[in-house]
């Protein structure tokens, strides 16, 4: 789609290049969502091909995954045996989008948008991911994943502020995984998203929810079974569960509990 009100588009090849942020900029790496609807308030892009931030590496540290990386890049990655979670990240690219658009929409763009029904927000969090955010001036902080996200569509980003990389920890990389996903058929926009981890070795579960809510929330359980609808009682009060066209918050909230039990029989299956 043309974005009509557009008048320039800066390309930098280093983030000091970028001039002062104004209001009415926005960021360009994949441009996927950018370009698929009207963009009226947008005067200038500032176009993060030329950065040289597409990186994707594993290290001693973890994965690294740099703004600009294609999710389909994510598919082919050789990744040490002993870190089965992968599957987890490769089940979000899957989810999300067509082959077409997994070769150009980007990881950190889908988690930038900050939508609720992200595929790829529940699994950073499940994995204890942690994002580097820079400044137009080179300032840098890093954020956990499970604080980035402050509700639909809204993150902990300033203006001019972007988020360069993220690093997934080896902590989580180890744990068995589960993904799953509920959406309407016709527009496949999930009612919830259920992401589970399983540590046999300590007998401790994470569950990563979204879809359903305006921000992941992470569960820490042990492995034994449980009520999942009880625990998101106790956990989310009823009021914070999206309700729209899309799902009402107790229809979200039910099948949330039920994705979760599917991941826990899934899991519990596993050596």
């Not at 973890?62 to 002993?82: N, Q, S, V």
């Not at 744990?175 to 589970?196: D, P, Q």
């Not at 359980?221 to 625990?231: D, P, T």
């Not at 899309?246 to 949330?256: E, F, K, P, S």
């Amino acid at each position: 789609m043309d974005l009509l009100n557009v008048e320039a588009v800066v390309q930098p090849r280093a983030l000091e290049d970028v001039p002062q942020w104004q209001p009415g900029w926005a960021w360009l790496a994949g441009g996927t969502w950018l370009f698929s609807e009207p963009q009226p308030h947008l005067t200038t892009l500032v176009d993060m091909g030329h950065l040289g931030w597409s990186e994707l590496s594993v290290t001693s540290e973890g994965i690294e995954i740099g703004a600009t990386c294609a999710m389909a890049k994510l598919l082919g990655l050789e990744i040490p045996a002993e870190w089965p979670a992968i599957a987890a990240l490769n089940q979000a690219v899957h989810e999300l989008a067509s082959f077409k658009v997994q070769g150009t929409a980007t990881i950190v763009g889908n988690i930038c948008l900050a939508l609720p029904a992200s595929t790829f927000a529940p699994v950073m969090v499940l994995l204890g991911a942690r994002y580097q955010i820079l400044s137009s001036s080179g300032e840098s902080r890093w954020l956990d994943a499970a604080d980035f996200q402050t509700g639909a569509c809204q993150t902990q980003l300033e203006p001019g502020e972007v988020m360069r990389r993220i690093l997934i920890p080896t902590d989580f990389l180890t744990w068995e995984v589960c993904y799953r996903r509920l959406c309407l058929a016709s527009a496949g926009i999930a009612v919830a998203i259920a992401v589970a981890a399983r540590n046999p070795a300590r007998e401790q579960m994470r569950y990563a929810i979204g879809g359903g809510l305006p921000a992941p929330v992470l569960l820490e359980l042990g492995a034994e079974e449980v009520s999942f609808g009880a625990v998101l009682d106790d956990v989310i009060p009823r009021d914070r569960w999206l309700d729209n066209v899309t799902g009402g918050a107790d229809y979200r909230r039910a099948m949330t509990a039920v994705l979760m039990g599917q991941c826990f029989d899934a899991l519990s299956q596993t050596p």
